[in-house]
């Protein structure tokens, strides 16, 4: 299946400051799920986008889900040290399948 | 039980070597995934059952690598004669799917890193 490309590679702040990753696909996209996996962890659920320009929010998280359905988007407010980890955007590997492809990931440091 | 439990946390097999590698995924939940994650990288899907049927196994990188889940709960992944090149965390994920709205939210144990000397 296509693969998702994930922007930036890795991302380094200040505690406080904010932090965006992008998700992008060639081909458009009936749902994008996002993952954290801390160091040393497993990858953890965080948000399914199915809608055409869906914002949804979890607290200082905030996950957009573009009008084409090719690109995606978690921007994280005044991050904390607790938010380090790699973000994963993940793609169906089919069109409505459960069975995912994830891209590389953007790895978050947060420093104090 | 809890949340998807994996055995054993870790494996060091010599090159040549066979494994199995267990997967309890939680209960009730109907489809389990095979995932192979190498260090820096995100997950490399490997194989999809839903209950006992393997519906995908597209991911799996050579003859070698063979997964079942004979009663459609626990499963495992067997890899034999082992290359250095199979040292990787594999990960193991469970959900159950909710069709409408579409929630596959997947659920990950905590994986077995294998490492292959």
């Known amino acids: 299946g296509q693969q998702v490309m994930q922007i930036p590679q890795y991302q380094h702040v200040q505690e406080g400051e904010d932090f965006t990753t992008y998700c992008n696909s060639s081909t458009t996209l009936s749902n994008i799920q996002w993952y954290k996996q801390r160091p040393g962890g497993h990858p953890v659920f965080l948000i399914q986008?199915?809608?055409?320009?869906e914002v949804k929010k979890q607290k200082r998280l905030t996950f957009q889900f573009g009008e084409a359905k090719k690109n995606s988007s978690l921007h994280i407010t005044a991050t904390q040290t607790t938010d380090v980890g790699t973000y994963f955007c993940?793609?169906?590997?089919?069109?409505?399948?459960?069975?995912?492809?994830f891209g590389p990931g953007t790895r978050l440091s947060v420093l104090p | 039980g809890a949340g998807v439990s994996q055995s054993p946390r870790y494996k060091v097999a010599k090159r040549g070597q066979d494994v199995a590698l267990r997967c309890d995924p939680i209960s009730g939940h109907v489809s389990l995934f095979w995932y192979q994650q190498a260090l820096g990288q995100g997950p490399e899907f490997l194989t999809y059952?839903?209950?006992?049927?393997?519906?995908?196994k597209s991911g799996l990188p050579s003859d070698r690598f063979f997964a079942e889940r004979p009663e459609g709960s626990v499963s495992t992944l067997k890899i034999q004669r082992t290359q250095q090149e199979d040292s990787a965390v594999y990960l193991c994920?469970?959900?159950?799917?909710?069709?409408?709205?579409?929630?596959?939210?997947?659920?990950f144990g905590q994986g077995t890193r294998l490492t292959v000397v």
């Open positions: 993940a793609r169906p590997r089919d069109n409505y399948g459960q069975n995912f492809v």
């Open positions: 986008l199915v809608k055409s320009g």
């Open positions: 059952f839903q209950n006992e049927a393997q519906l995908d």
């Open positions: 994920a469970s959900s159950y799917l909710v069709p409408i709205p579409p929630n596959t939210e997947a659920f």
